[in-house]
């Protein structure tokens, strides 16, 4: 069943490339998948401009009533590709630091002011900023093979994509800074537990039970949903641009930082 | 025991009467409940503007010191009665409309500033604004018969009561909009998880457990449950009312929308 | 292993001396035990004072990357020790209670502003103020055998430590009033359901587990830990000194109440 769906749906088309993804549309869904998977999806700089760009795409599309992300392979996202930081000389960090904090503060931005519903499918293990983000989705549904993981602070960083505010507000700051200061990895269950994710899903039935969901909910009248999502999101609006903001300029610090890097280059060493 | 404690309860005696609904004073509860059982307690404009005045009249009833919300018979209510919007030909909509957002303004606004503690005990099945309603309250007692369904996008209209705010807050967005943008119906035990519920209660010792719970709650200092009741509501106070007026904004709109008839006459055609 | 790890570790050593507290310095680790197990570490004004002085010197603490907040014995705390009330004669009364609001809202604000991790362990029954100031720690380990309480209605008072704005935050308010207008009890699985607990540990392994686990965290990049605190606190500081101050001056009326004389008196009787 997952071939013949996967078969079936339109590719890219005459849609826009973006590096590194695949955007796939079926009826009135606008799937952006990861496809990086020999490289477990890691962001490369490309890819943070091409989702927010797809975003953008999806916002303005009117075919499209609801967008989805997911990624291809066995992993969803293994985040931020640490090679980000590594491919530039000691001199230039100060300017990889600038650039990284407008392109994330972009990035997010875009998940901020998404005026659709957002489904993100967690197909396999999701690090970092991919977690961080699901608490900017509208649901979430995630394999059981799932993991979710934000080492922030044991990489010499710190939180973004709002969870310094998305993740209390979900889950209490009993659990969220287990994940978010204390490097806490959790299983699926423990992630729907915490009300990150709205269902687990047996990872065999995962591309099927997921794909009838989304073909239901992208039937619903599209305004309804459209200016539903806008109004849910409008009481925090102000606070989550405020807080991205806040978030990206700490990182750039971060990034610059002697405990950041040691902590990547202690991660290189181990590999 | 339900019938003894039914009839050692006062009728509403001297108080105001009010349309489709039953006002009990035992002791020191002030009990509203919806009684319109033929049509599962769907809600007229009168028991919008009832209910609204119930509440304030247990405001200020000084023998009241906690407030309680039920139904009579097997639901507890079927939600906004759709004939609320049938009844009226095309021309009379614009104005059906307006009329209609400042109930639904005055109707959440006596939960939102009701000043003592207010407890729901959910009886059966539960739609739309009664649901919504919920996250306004201070406890929630529900059956394990009870389910909640807020199929909001699907009718073409949008969250009201606060639930666009008071839902992600409650549940987190994943789950949050799972209820109010996609439709999903849940039963007791994942409201209970949720945190709708304070507590799921077999069906046939609901009467029974939640007399003896509010019994014992109503002889608490009454000061005391009211000032912290308005305490704990004061950090978000302004900004519920403002949540309240942008949802009805939306609504007024919704209503007159082709998406929104088109849904309305389904249902009809359906039944 | 308890024994030997206690035996391990310094104690206070050069440190200042608290009344009621016992502070232990174990590597990066700055621990304050709530140290007055006959009283069941029920809080003198002396030890709030206390408190707030010593998170105060573990924030200074070159040396410490996180703060732990413990018990003594078998009790984790069991809230403001009512003699507090009682040692005055009428007439000083609202002297008493004039002095206790800013003590509180000191010690309060101790917690709102503490720039490290904090974690709290609680290793029995926690009553009152040590079960509202979870609402502000970063992670709470319990034992199974701890219960939390707070019946701050049925003593004539009110909310404080911020739980009026935490607890409905953490739980929903459904949950939350259950607990700071109802006076219901809770176990251990049902604060780590309603998460205001990170984990709950058999009592058994409660020590050698805890140990394990903050030993660990003491270790990961320090600035990184302190900055994330920060960062996650930010978006709500305002607010929490705001509700601090709100609750302290509902509190200081309170303590002056007729209700809070009537439920503290009996308290005593029943003794």
Chains 1, 2, 3 share one sequence.
Request: hydrophobic share 40%; aromatic share 8%.
């Amino acid at each position: 069943a997952e071939a013949e769906s996967a078969a079936a749906a339109e590719d890219a088309g005459p849609g826009v490339q973006y590096e590194g993804l695949k955007i796939i549309r079926e009826g009135k869904i606008f799937k952006i998948q990861l496809n990086r998977p020999k490289k477990y999806n890691a962001l490369t700089h490309d890819m943070y401009r091409g989702i927010a760009a797809a975003l953008a795409e999806a916002a303005e599309d009117k075919a499209c009533s609801v967008a989805v992300l997911t990624g291809a392979g066995d992993y969803y996202c293994s985040g931020n590709d640490l090679s980000n930081f590594t491919n530039v000389t000691p001199d230039q960090i100060p300017k990889m630091a600038k650039d990284a904090r407008y392109i994330l503060i972009d990035f997010v931005r875009a998940f901020i002011d998404f005026p659709k519903p957002l489904i993100s499918l967690v197909n396999g293990p999701a690090v970092g900023i991919s977690v961080t983000t699901l608490g900017l989705c509208d649901a979430v549904y995630c394999s059981d093979k799932a993991t979710f993981q934000t080492p922030f602070s044991n990489l010499g960083q710190s939180p973004e994509a709002c969870s310094s505010y998305t993740f209390p507000k979900i889950m209490g700051p009993a659990k969220a800074n287990e994940l978010l200061i204390f490097n806490k990895k959790i299983n699926a269950q423990e992630a729907f537990d915490r009300n990150l994710v709205s269902e687990v899903i047996p990872h065999d039935k995962f591309q099927e039970e997921t794909a009838k969901r989304i073909e239901q909910y992208s039937k619903f009248p599209p305004q309804s949903m459209r200016l539903s999502k806008v109004l849910n999101r409008s009481s925090e609006l102000e606070t989550l641009r405020r807080v991205n903001e806040a978030e990206a300029e700490l990182l750039e610090e971060r990034w610059q930082s002697q405990e950041c890097m040691n902590a990547i280059m202690a991660f290189f060493a181990r590999k």
